[in-house]
């Protein structure tokens, strides 16, 4: 990309179980975040179909912008935290940001 | 002979819907809606009960209950464990599931009950949010066993705080303080159209149900046989109880629709956090799956007639 | 002359705060519980008075209705097609919404026909799930040929287990098998409520209907004339029919206001899956920004009348 | 002395979930659901009142009450900027949200009056509605001044077609035009279920008023204070007024709690989109962390107390 | 971007009408995708306006992470298939996931 | 990335406050942008939680597909005109498109 590497940052997205969101914001947080966006969502992957008809079925859709650091800190500590026993994909990618100092 | 309860057809229409792939659905915040209605009012009608008589009184009832809650799930883990050939965490989930209430398969019962005009101690709802939390403990504990790592202040934070529990129990407080002639003003809404609203209920219920199935498929037909005998069992437990604690025959019955009954909201969630090793699926297709349709369709008369049969011969 | 009727001011209420381009929204999960209340309810009603007679005695009417189901979108294709010029998909779709029916038209009919006190057949329900069917068929076999490759299993499960027809249909077999006692536990939230739920209904159908004109701006005239004439049109055979039934006047009025209502809820949907090269904004603008109005407004008395007025000529 | 309603129960209940982090949330849907359905149901009431009597009469309360709307604001801003030391913005903004009412406080009032069977002008909805907005506009003046750049048309359009507006002048204009008669019909829904709706708003209300607690730490004691004293100085003005338009002791009380009350709907939305830079955690944070709390567990009955000490000293 | 490239995949994101939800995954699965996640939005576009407000006029918000192969093949189905008569955009990105087996 | 360039574009993502959905999609559209999709969001940041508990705490998510110019037109605008007084961040990133024309 064109940009200068200071506007760039990392977009990580996790999707996973809504019933571990509030433990799974404290953590992100915690690791250095500075902030998260949570949106509600429905799919199907290795551990079947969520399509959030019940409770406890529905999906979490949480975007977090940060630096490359945070973002690998992130991934490290989900993945040995809560891959082997919950519905949870991530993926990274990069992106441009405004106001590098707030992420 | 009274006809077909339409709650029960509302039952059966969610199902039918739900195994034709048919495409309705109810939207999670209907449901979220009428089931929040159900728990207020059955917490609003206990409460105003307690209103009437002497808190004491009840005390070795509550006692016992909870003994019960206790017990339940520790029969259910063996069984489970070594016959059903489950991990030791999802065995002590499903037992902690049937350890557990229904707080909907109560409603109809109270319902079937209802069009019978049979009696019952009205302060069942009491024992309901009593009996959903024992069980959930010993679930925990069947998992991990009893080590330092368990966050219990966590645990009860997360059960006691539970969606269901505060609605159930808030609404036995506000009944309990309000007392019968406090409560008049919203009986239109709680109590006026409570089976209208058990009707929408339990057409989600069926659909839910139906979604169940074709993992039932999978898991068996050991599943299958542990959620109808299981509750039998529990159910039979029920009635001694309740004959032990000079209980009516409807009061019995219904103890025994309790104890015959699984959990699908408060022991999900916190199995969930506190149990994830446990296969969520495994114990919400045998509750929701199996063992609500069976007590919504044919386990309540049945736990009746046992309770009166049982009341002959031990003499009630 | 009984006053305006509160339900119709709600309607304009909705019409007004839309056209205004007002903040004013109900959540999608609110329109769906209201719709879904409406749905069984009138469903239920039927059902009951089915239950109240023999059910050969209805055959002939069924049929017949069935029959009109299919001549209606045969009598509008032609004309969308050469006159309003449309695509024979386009034509095609448009034709199978006027064919069927608008239950929320079809609901507020019953209000103002119960605060006037006119009787009518009760189990116009059961015609209502007739009517709603035929026309799609027609509409894919207009737009499609008869071709091998119309999945018509696909689409016969599109059409009878979408969210209208589960409803309407299961709410009637429900009031079928349990019978007017059967259902009066239920009464307080299915009927009591009904017109204060229909009033809800109406206020968003406002909103919708509001939506839509910019669109019929878009598409001119022709698309507004049709919106007012064809359910003349439709009305007048209905009353014709109802009489050669030998329905009352006011089973004839209901019959026409069917006829003259169009669709926006089974239809819309199952002809975006088979007819998706249809555009489906130019039936909505009819259906929802002309024609729904039109039929609450002013179609409902106009029926009436007219019905009225027949019955003497023919004498009824 | 009767006992405590139970609707205050549910906003405690609500409180002590919020403030103990339960899981217990209610969705949007169900919140904006019963708002609607309180809004409507207290312009019905309004309107029906209105239908009653000649419009004229009530002309002279209905001015003086709008002065009213613009003078708290101008009171309440001195204090906030130069005691309190917020930005002109924020003042101007907390000042708008004091200066206008809070519907859900009105409605408690109503409730609480009707259990002690003390009567006041029923048209006082009609009042409310015209409370509401001078406020805003005196708002948006104390924070920009009067300058050119106002655009006054879409703020207008902001204000008068805002949900809250067009759902409570909707209804009166529907109890108006359509009458007692007329509305009987849709009684079941709006007036029947009215305190059980009620009752589960509240419930939402407890759970959003924990939810500021923690913002209230942060702004401090000032806010506090402010949240309570200024609600009872404008309970005053609001006595006097009823008191000099000759209302009953009764309506004086509900000209004090609509005084007395917060915005947390038309103002918050109006200032967010007119004031921008004005943070809205501060008046929300006052508004429903302090003074909506305060009205309905203990200002309401103290407003009462005061009318009627007035009315004996001034000789009512 | 730096990492090994048997950790980098395609996330293409499918925006369309509410409507075909349940034909599209179905066809999604059927062209090789192990996964999908849906979100509910409105939006606008050479369509017009859909937000949402009646029934028809809902939109779908679908992610898919895959390998090219497969992306490509998804976007080539739902041209062919879907594009003439639905309102439906489509793009892709490189994304960079962890447990690159499941994708 | 290896696709011809005529076949690139930018996604913009913007999350800010429910409250100005309207406003902000007319000033999208104004700059030039052929559509945009909105999904309901909650989240944190430096002004703190919102969790979608209250009206005015929704958060909104908002995609942009469209050319690097639009793109940067869009964010010097909403810099200007919302950063100091809303809740609002932004972040681009390259998007490969199908039907490049529309965008
Ligand atoms: N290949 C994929 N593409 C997009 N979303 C996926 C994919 N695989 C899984 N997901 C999402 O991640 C959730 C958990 O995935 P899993 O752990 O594989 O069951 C699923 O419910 C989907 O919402
Ligand atoms: N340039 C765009 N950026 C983001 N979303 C878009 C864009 N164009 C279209 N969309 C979304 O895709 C849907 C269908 O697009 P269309 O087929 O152009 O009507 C729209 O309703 C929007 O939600
Ligand atoms: N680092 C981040 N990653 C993802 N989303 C964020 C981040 N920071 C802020 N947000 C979202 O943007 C909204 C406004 O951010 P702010 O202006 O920092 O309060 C927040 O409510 C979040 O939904
Ligand atoms: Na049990
Ligand atoms: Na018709
Ligand atoms: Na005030």
Chains 1, 5, 6 share one sequence.
Not at chain 2, 194 to 209: N, S
Request: aromatic content about 10%; charged content about 15%; glycine content about 10%.
């Amino acid at each position: 990309m064109t940009e200068t590497n200071n506007h760039l940052r990392k977009l990580l997205t996790i999707i996973t179980e809504a019933a571990i969101e509030s433990v799974l914001v404290r953590d992100i947080e915690q690791l250095g975040a500075h902030g998260y966006t949570v949106t509600d969502a429905r799919g199907k992957g290795s551990r079947g179909v969520r399509n959030a008809g019940w409770e406890t079925s529905g999906n979490i859709h949480i975007e977090v912008v940060c630096d490359k650091g945070t973002a690998e800190a992130i991934t490290k500590h989900l993945q040995a935290r809560y891959y082997a026993n919950y519905a949870m994909i991530m993926f990274m990618t990069d992106v441009e940001v405004l106001r590098p100092e707030k992420f | 002979m009274s006809a077909i309860d339409p709650i029960i057809l509302f039952f059966l229409l969610g199902l039918f819907a739900g195994l034709m792939r048919s495409a309705l659905r109810l939207p999670a915040a209907v449901y979220e809606f009428v089931s929040m209605l159900l728990l207020l009012a059955i917490g609003l009608k206990g409460g105003i009960e307690l209103a009437k008589q002497p808190f004491a009184m009840l005390l070795p009832q509550m006692l016992a209950v909870v003994a019960m809650g206790f017990t339940l799930p520790l029969l259910a883990f063996p069984v489970l464990r070594y016959v059903g050939r489950f991990t030791r965490a999802d065995a002590a989930s499903i037992a902690a599931h049937y350890g557990s209430v229904s707080v909907g398969t109560y409603a109809v019962a109270t319902a079937y009950f209802a069009t019978r005009e049979i009696t019952f101690e009205e302060h069942m709802p009491l024992l309901l949010v009593l009996l959903e939390i024992p069980a959930i403990l010993v679930g925990i504990v069947l998992a991990r066993g009893l080590t330092r790592e368990t966050h219990w202040a966590s645990i009860a934070h997360e059960v006691f705080l539970g969606k269901g529990i505060v609605l159930l129990l808030g609404g036995l407080l506000i009944g309990w303080v309000a007392g019968p002639n406090g409560v008049s003003s919203i009986t239109p809404l709680f109590f006026d159209l409570f089976k209208g609203v058990l009707a929408i209920f339990l057409l989600e219920m069926g659909l839910i149900a139906a979604a169940q199935v074709s993992a039932l498929r999978r898991y068996g037909l050991f599943l299958l046989a542990f959620g109808i005998v299981m509750p039998l069992c529990s159910a039979v437990i029920g009635i001694g109880l309740g004959w032990a604690l000079g209980l009516s025959v409807g009061g019995a019955a219904m103890l025994a629709t309790l104890a015959g009954s699984a959990s699908y909201i408060a022991v999900p969630a916190a199995m969930r956090i506190s149990v994830p090793e446990a296969n969520p699926t495994l114990s919400l297709t045998a509750s929701l799956g199996v063992t609500f349709p069976f007590n919504v369709l044919v386990g309540i008369p049945i736990y009746y007639v046992l309770a009166e049969k049982a009341y002959v011969l031990l003499g009630g």
